[in-house]
Structures are given as structure tokens and as C-alpha cells.
């Protein structure tokens, strides 16, 4: 079992910039896969940013070159740390981590960009 928890959301300008944080706890060292999700009003939950056990990272298109997923530390916390906002940023952002095969979430924070 693994344990999520995110903080760090907030209200932010368009430009602006905020810092994700999820704090894991129990079993991380099984987990396979941490990252990112969101989820706009009215849209499905879609991968934001995950960073795999090798090391290597995926990101959704729209936020290439804007977003960056850190590694998971010795404080077992991962980063999302997000520049140059845009509106359309505008969701709850949830942190996920993979056992394969069992997901774990935790409870969402949301980010509000203004324009």
C-alpha cells in the first residue's frame, strides 16, 4: 500500500509559476511509476507529467517545456514544478504512484490560473 499526499495548489496569474508537492508514504519503494494527473470541469482525468523507476519521464503535450517532475527523494516527496501558466492549466491536479498492478491517488489539489 502507498500513501498520497498533495499540497502547494493555489491561485496563480497566467505567466505565473507553482510548485506541486506529494508526500509518499509506505510501501514506496515497490512503486514503479510517480507522477501527475489533472482534471478540468467537465473533462476526464489525463496524465500531466510521470516519472518511471528507470528515470525517465513522460509529459502530456501541452505542458512540454512548462512542467517538470522530480525524481522521488530521501524525503520520499515528489515535485511538479510548473512555469509559465496558462488558463487552460486550470484543474485538480492529483498525484498518482504505480504498483502494477494497483494504482494509488491521493485526494487532489486544486490550481487556479487567472488570465
Known amino acids: 500500500q502507498v500513501q498520497l499526499v498533495e499540497s502547494g495548489g493555489g491561485l496563480v496569474q497566467a505567466g505565473g509559476s507553482l510548485r506541486l508537492s506529494c508526500l509518499a508514504s509506505?510501501?514506496?519503494?515497490?512503486?514503479?511509476?510517480i507522477g501527475w494527473y489533472r482534471q478540468a470541469p467537465g473533462k476526464p482525468r489525463e496524465l500531466a507529467a510521470v516519472?518511471?523507476?528507470?528515470?525517465?519521464?513522460s509529459y502530456l503535450d501541452f505542458v512540454k517545456g512548462r512542467f517538470t517532475v522530480s525524481s522521488l527523494n530521501a524525503e520520499n516527496t515528489i515535485y511538479l514544478d510548473m512555469n509559465n501558466l496558462k488558463p487552460e492549466d486550470t484543474a485538480v491536479y492529483y498525484c498518482?504512484?504505480?504498483?502494477?498492478?494497483?494504482?494509488?491517488w491521493g485526494q487532489g489539489t486544486q490550481v487556479t490560473v487567472s488570465s
Open positions: 516519472r518511471w523507476k528507470d528515470g525517465t519521464t
Open positions: 498518482h504512484a504505480r504498483n502494477t498492478p494497483w494504482d494509488y
Open positions: 509506505g510501501n514506496t519503494a515497490s512503486i514503479d511509476a
